[in-house]
């Protein structure tokens, strides 16, 4: 799903955010991202979402080599992936209904086959029961599912998370895990960038480990 070939990414100045780095995450399978803050992780994943380019090296996903991507294809590209924030990015003057059908809407998805999709996402997080309801009344943990929705609802190869659990104490980040390993489940790759490293431990996932822009580990969890 995810192949990165001795990638380096260097920015004006010659800062050195990335260097050399190499991994495969499958189809399938879900990995976090973790390492001190300014590591490197979220210039990874803006790699992956093609908002950087790579100064070396290549940056291949779900078989499209992105060095090779026009611009007309960036919006096709970007929709094969689900991205979730840590402060969840809703939108406070749309219903929860709104929010998760908002990726559809800009897809241009009919209105029956976007509905269906809606409720099957709200369905899948817990909170269908909650379309109605703005998401300002929701507590932060139904938010965040909020996001896992909206970032599910276009069926996307990839998951790419963002300390999604930051702001979340350790029930609810784990109940957040445990609806990503069900995505994994049916095929869905999952990337998560984390600093919790207890709960990473708890996870039993492979953990890819970022030193000065280094990967310095391939850690794996037990079968």
């Known amino acids: 799903m995810i192949t990165f070939d001795d990638v380096s990414k260097r920015y004006p100045g010659g800062q050195e955010a990335l260097s050399h780095i190499s991994f495969t995450l499958g189809q399938g399978e879900l990995a976090f991202l973790t390492g001190h803050s300014g590591a490197g992780k979220s210039t990874l994943l803006k790699l992956i979402m093609h908002m950087e380019l790579p100064s070396s090296g290549q940056v291949i996903v779900n078989g499209q080599n992105l060095a090779r991507l026009s611009r007309r294809q960036l919006p096709y590209y970007r929709r094969q992936i689900g991205v979730v924030f840590q402060d969840h990015q809703l939108l406070f003057d749309r ?27 709200l369905d899948k997080v817990g909170l269908l029961h909650r379309e109605n309801s703005n998401p300002i009344a929701l507590s932060s943990g139904e ?41 994994c489940g049916v095929g869905t790759s999952v990337l998560i960038a984390s600093h919790d490293a207890g709960l ?8 890819l480990v970022l030193e000065q822009g280094k990967l310095k580990d391939r850690q794996k969890g037990p079968d």
């Open 200 to 207: 990473i431990a708890e996870m039993h996932h492979r953990v």
């Open 95 to 121: 219903s929860v209904y709104d929010n998760v059908a908002l990726p559809l809407q800009i897809a241009g998805f009919e209105n029956r086959e976007a509905s269906r999709r809606v409720r099957a996402a």
């Open 143 to 183: 938010q965040q599912r909020v996001g896992i929705a909206r970032a599910v609802v276009n069926k996307p190869a990839l998951i790419l998370a963002d300390e999604p659990t930051g702001n979340l104490d350790p029930g609810l980040s784990a109940e957040i895990m445990h609806l990503f390993e069900l995505f």
